[in-house]
């Protein structure tokens, strides 16, 4: 035995606290360091955390970990300037155990998290902000803080650092996200009491629903708004695909007001204290973007090798699956007492073998399609607004004057764009 430690972990995000995790459950040497005051100090999510992918990780978390509200209920809803349209999805299977999901606190969540690495042997210090690697003989040896006494060596480092990961760019693994491979989102925590959020949304005591909101929501923008209950507060956010944000000028804060401010949103959050804002940055360039995710003595998890599918609001999930994946590869170095490239790309299979991959491919083209069909989120809801108006408003029209008035509508769109539209959508989805 050597003093060497096997691993280091940089952040004690989901990605990294599992991977440090499940390293120490095989036995292995692993330090985690977590440039916040505290895991999940500044974290930033929705959020919305599935329960069966997290039960797979750590069985019985929900006796033990800080949830809010089980998730009985899903809102696709749709805003126009002065409307509202959408679909309501609610299943009593979803209100009973075993729960699909559960709105989440990051910060109070990421705490208990890093403790589930704690008890299985990993040692997690807080403010310790990673600020370069250690080479050696072209390899990864190590990590500094850059202060004095700030170097610590290992075998392998895994990046857990989250969206934009400095560090992977660094190693050269990627470079900065272009503005087309992320998005920036607003957030805001406002508090209300547990009756008035029950009563806002009929929700029966202790349930939770989850509202994803596009359109109006974001200008029009590629992206969503959303609402979320938790215990005794709503988590409100928006936000668009950065390029798009840089291309119209518009300001994520601004979005978030005037979402607020929506004659369907104000009502929700009426009487609400603000208790907490941030902005964070998603990871959106999917598969046909991916970075290289390992080289010598590195391996990159979760955000920072942008594991993120918006379509499904999985985020997390990803994360921790992808950090096992590496643990996993890891161990198996170690067992080689090899930690070259060459072994390490053991965990791009694993990838590919597991949800991570091949749900990533699956949705690989859909940015891109809706990217490139600003009308999407603009001209669709605002027709369908139209035509619901239309068909429910009692103006002593005969209805089939009424249907021909609707018909009239959509024969107004134009012909080769809806087939476009169509066409791509599902091959986009296909
Ligand atoms: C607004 C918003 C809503 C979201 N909603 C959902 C949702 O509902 N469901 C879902 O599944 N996902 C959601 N996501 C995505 C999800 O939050 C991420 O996919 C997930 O947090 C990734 O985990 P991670 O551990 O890779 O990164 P992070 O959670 O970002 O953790 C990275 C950690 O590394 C630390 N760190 C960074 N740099 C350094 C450094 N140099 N040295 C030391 N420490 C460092 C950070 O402080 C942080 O603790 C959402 C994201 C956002 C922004």
Not at 63 to 72: D, F, G, T
């Amino acid at each position: 035995m050597d003093d060497l430690l096997d691993a280091i972990v940089v952040g004690a995000g989901p990605a990294g606290v599992t991977a440090a995790r499940e390293l120490a459950k095989a036995g292995l040497a692993v330090v985690v360091l977590e440039r916040g005051q505290f895991p999940g100090a500044k974290n930033v999510w929705g959020g919305i955390l599935y329960r069966e992918p997290t039960e797979a990780l750590l069985p019985g978390f929900e006796a033990e970990a800080p949830l809010e509200r089980p998730i009985i209920e899903q809102r696709y809803v749709v805003l126009t300037e002065d409307a509202m349209l959408g679909a309501t999805y609610r299943s009593q299977r979803f209100a009973a155990p075993p729960y699909n999901a559960y709105a989440v606190l990051r910060s109070p969540f990421d705490r208990w998290h890093a403790t589930t690495a704690e008890a299985a042997g990993a040692e997690v210090y807080p403010e310790f902000a990673v600020t370069d690697l250690i080479w050696e003989d072209g390899a990864v040896a190590g990590i500094t803080t850059g202060e004095p006494d700030g170097e610590l060596r290992a075998r392998c480092v895994v990046l857990a650092d989250g969206a934009n990961s400095l560090l992977a760019q660094k190693v050269g693994l990627h470079k900065e996200w272009a503005p087309i491979e992320q998005a920036l989102v607003a957030k805001e925590l406002i508090a209300l009491p547990a009756e008035k959020i029950e009563d806002r949304f009929a929700l029966p005591a202790g349930q939770g629903t989850a509202l994803e909101i596009f359109g109006e929501s974001t200008w029009g923008l590629l992206g969503y708004g959303f609402v979320y209950t938790n215990n005794e507060s709503l988590s409100i956010g928006t936000g668009a695909l950065l390029e798009d944000l840089i291309r119209t000028g518009y300001n994520v804060n601004d979005m978030l007001d005037r979402f607020k401010r929506h004659p369907a949103i104000a009502p929700l959050i009426a009487g609400g204290e603000t208790v907490e804002y941030s902005a964070h940055l998603i990871p959106e360039g999917g598969y046909n973007r991916m970075p290289q995710v390992y080289a010598d003595g590195v391996l990159v998890v979760g955000d920072a090798a942008g594991f993120v599918n918006p379509l499904n609001r999985e985020g997390v999930n990803l994360a921790m699956l992808s950090a096992k994946l590496a643990a996993q590869t890891i161990v198996e170095a170690k067992a080689r007492d090899d930690f070259s490239a060459a072994t390490l790309s053991r965990y791009r299979e694993l990838l590919e073998e597991s949800i991570v991959i091949q749900d990533l491919y699956k949705i690989r083209n859909v940015t891109d399609f809706a990217h490139a069909r600003p009308h999407l989120l603009r001209d669709y809801p605002a027709l369908a607004s139209e035509i619901a108006r239309s068909y429910l408003t009692v103006d002593g029209l005969p209805k089939r004057e009424k249907q021909s008035k609707i018909a009239g509508m959509l024969r107004g769109l134009p012909k080769k764009r809806l087939l476009g539209d169509a066409v791509g959508a599902l091959r986009s989805l296909g």
